[in-house]
């Protein structure tokens, strides 16, 4: 859907990351453990040099050969064969599959486009919890709070039609979120846009994405 990786790390992963990163660096592959990948096609690096996004794209051989250190400023920055990439803001991991079974999941929140935060199950079962019509989740309003977003003018959230036989999208205006509006745990470890002031045709099954406009 949209490109949109089967895994992507954001400055909260990368936060709980770096004191280990501190200690002399930490390498990639331990990196994707850490967050439960067991399979995977490719990693993609991406970094940012003043306003720009700078990326490095690491498969195959170069993957066991690459590093995350910490440069003086504090920053994460990649080192290896695939090159060097400083100021690291995001990791997308492409065909991630889990150590376990399926897919890792992960609800990704886009502002102005760019990657601002990604939410693992956990992330978002650890967050406080509203009851709406037999659901139960996190508020919409509290996950874009939790991304660091507090002014906005609309938000898109994408993922699967009713049945999930297809894509889908509800495209919602700051004036429609209301505490009502909530992303309902799945039993298939997914989460979905659920609310009594959304019809139950517009809900969005398995939601992989969370894009807001300013």
């Not at 990368?14 to 096609?41: C, H, M, T, W, Y």
């Not at 906005?152 to 009713?162: C, N």
């Not at 919602?172 to 139950?200: C, E, Y």
């Not at 969005?204 to 807001?212: K, L, M």
């Amino acid at each position: 859907m949209d490109g949109v990786p089967a895994l992507s790390l954001g400055p909260r992963d990368l936060g709980a990351l770096r004191q280990d990163v501190a200690g002399g660096g930490i390498p990639l592959p331990s990196v994707l453990k850490r967050a439960n990948v067991g399979e995977f096609s490719a990693v993609t690096i991406v970094g940012r040099n003043g306003q720009q996004e700078t990326t490095a794209t690491v498969a195959g051989e170069a993957v066991a050969s690459s590093a995350l250190t910490v440069r003086p400023d504090g920053t994460i920055e990649l080192v290896g064969a695939s090159g060097r990439v400083g100021n690291i803001i995001r990791i997308d991991v492409q065909g991630a599959k889990s150590a376990g079974t399926g897919t890792s999941y992960a609800v990704i929140v886009v502002f102005k486009g760019k990657t601002v935060a990604s939410f693992g199950f956990a992330d978002l079962q650890a967050l406080p919890r509203t009851g709406v019509e037999g659901q139960e989740g996190p508020t919409l309003l509290s996950v874009l709070d939790n991304a660091g977003i507090k002014e906005f003018s609309k938000v898109t959230v994408k993922g699967m039609g009713p049945g999930r036989t297809g894509p889908a999208k509800a495209e919602l205006s700051r004036d429609q979120l209301s505490k009502s509006l909530i992303l309902d745990f799945t039993k298939q470890g997914t989460v979905k846009l659920a609310g009594d002031s959304l019809p139950r045709e517009s809900w969005v099954i398995d939601v992989t994405q969370i894009v807001v406009d300013d």
